[in-house]
Nanobody, 128 residues
Framework: EVQLVESGGGLVQAGGSLRLSCAAS????????IGWFRQAPGKEREGVSV????????YYTDSVKGRFIISSDNAKNTVYLQMNNLKPEDTAVYYC?????????????????????WGHGTQLTVSS
């Protein structure tokens, strides 16, 4: 089973940028779907973006399309989430998650339960 560790969160002003990292160990991510999810206080966990395999398919929730970019460096076994033009409503704890196998479809964004491994999360706070 793959283990995941997120990093890169912090405090940023609205309009700024930040890059989150999700470092995997214990297995190669080549044959996984890796997702970024976020959870704000009092809200349900929300799918942000998913990358499958060697970036052969990516998915984004509507609110981040055009602002966030998910990518993977399979040599480093790491997935990144580049976040641009950040907004206060992006404030949340961001988690990365992994599901075994190249599973395709944007349904992955709405079904965190299909992901088997989770990191502990990293906090992003966007100030207005």
């Amino acid at each position: 089973e793959v283990q995941l560790v997120e990093s890169g969160g912090g405090l940023v002003q609205a309009g700024g940028s930040l890059r989150l990292s999700c470092a995997a160990s214990g297995d190669t991510i080549d044959d996984y779907a890796i997702g970024w999810f976020r959870q704000a206080p009092g809200k349900e966990r929300e799918g942000v973006s998913v990358i499958v395999g060697k970036a052969d398919k990516t998915y984004y929730t509507d609110s981040v399309k055009g602002r966030f970019i998910i990518s993977s460096d399979n040599a480093k076994n790491t997935v990144y989430l580049q976040m641009n033009n950040l907004k206060p409503e992006d404030t949340a704890v961001y988690y990365c998650a992994a599901r075994t196998g190249r599973v395709y479809g944007d349904f992955l964004l709405g079904h965190p339960g299909v992901f088997e491994s989770w990191g502990h999360g990293t906090q992003l706070t966007v100030s207005s």
